[in-house]
Nanobody, 119 residues
Framework: VQLVESGGGLVQAGGSLRLTCAAS????????MSWVRQAPGKGLVWVSSISSDDRTIYEDSMKGRFTISRDNTKNTLYLQMNNLELEDTAVYYC??????????????WGQGTQVTVSS
């Protein structure tokens, strides 16, 4: 299993970024996928998850600003982030669900992509 994130970078507050997670080594379409982030000096925080049949859930502070999606034909997970805030600065990881039909726990993680929001 391999998960490779990309799309992070430096953006001004109010701006947008789209993160991508390229998945390989497993049947991507069968598993729920998630985004998790870690801000500097803080613990991991769940961001959003998407089921194999495209049901989505979000952490409350990110509802309306972030959109998770997936393209099973490309084995790719996305996170569209709009109206970014300083507090969104973090390393963002994609994660694969351990068991078909469940969002958590996770069994594989990517290496992460840094998102830095400046004022």
């Amino acid at each position: 299993v391999q998960l490779v994130e990309s799309g992070g970078g430096l953006v001004q507050a109010g701006g947008s970024l789209r993160l991508t997670c390229a998945a390989s080594g497993f049947t991507f379409s069968a598993y729920a996928m998630s985004w998790v982030r870690q801000a500097p000096g803080k613990g991991l925080v769940w961001v959003s998850s998407i089921s194999s049949d495209d049901r989505t859930i979000y952490e409350d502070s990110m509802k309306g600003r972030f959109t998770i999606s997936r393209d099973n034909t490309k084995n790719t997970l996305y996170l569209q982030m709009n109206n970014l805030e300083l507090e969104d600065t973090a390393v963002y990881y994609c994660a694969k669900g351990l068991t078909i039909g469940y969002y958590r726990p996770y069994d594989y993680w990517g290496q992460g992509t840094q998102v830095t929001v400046s004022s």
